[in-house]
């Protein structure tokens, strides 16, 4: 089955391209700019838009031509996403807004001085939600692969400066889960996407939209051997300019039996992800097959 690899997209010359346009024209100049960049990727990436057509079409229940359209619309609004981190990670003066839903949730958490687990997903824009937790004032730590191609990576943090956050690298020798063990022990936070996973990594089921679905198992894992409370956070855009975060409440799990715990929190985490993700359907930024191979969803013809 077609998996995504843990990559980012683009080249560095594309990166300091937009960067000077946004420190010389500002956002909505970039987004023009963005969009000749879309129509390439809309154009010549079918590899990866078989599987946003699918779910716009099969999962969400577009029509054929509308779905074929909304994996434009898709590829810009990730495209925007990009675009937002640089200009505020970096400074760049800009007329961003923002509304906050749950932020007493984290706050609490945060009081609770137990640490705590906040599982997120490629919908919205997560670096911004990242960002965005500085307002806890306390530390912050993001798990990721290491994904992006160096050079790129270099540059980004050039540009971006002094990251607001810890960032924990996923590794093969399962070093990362000593350090998210230390940052607990610190009553640190730890985010983490719960939505994707590499081929050959433990997976889990449950219904979404409709259908099995494949979730990776080590979030859920994390889960169930630490005890801190567990917090979904997202953060949606709402218009060019104004983002939504929303964070729901901080929840300490029963852990008497670990698969029970594991699979009632996946559950919850599926049910919450599922209503973002038909809220803002453009937003789920996913390119490959989500769903079981055995599921109709994958066709004989036919990943951020």
Known sequence: MPSWQGKSRGTKLGYRIFV???????????????????????????????FIFDYFHRRIGYGKVKSFLKIYSNYYLLGQTVIDKIVIMSGIPNRFSFDFDGEEHLREMVRMQKGGLLLGAHIGNWDIAGHLLERLQTTINIVMFDGEHQQIKEYLDSVTGKKNAKVIIIKNDLSHIYEISEAFKKNELVCIHADRFLEGNKMLTTKFLGSDAQFPA???????????????????????LHYHFFASPAKIYDRAEKKIYMRQILNDFSTEMEKKVRKYPEQWYNYYNFWKPSEPTQTKNFQN
């Not at 630490?226 to 855009?237: R, T």
């Open 218 to 240: 080590g979030p859920f894992i994390l889960a169930t051997t630490f005890d801190v409370p567990v917090s979904f956070v997202f953060a949606m855009k709402e218009s060019s």
């Open 20 to 50: 000077s346009v946004l420190e010389t024209f500002g956002v909505l100049p970039a987004y023009v700019l963005l969009r000749f960049v879309t129509c390439y990727y809309f154009l010549f990436s079918w590899k990866s838009s078989r």
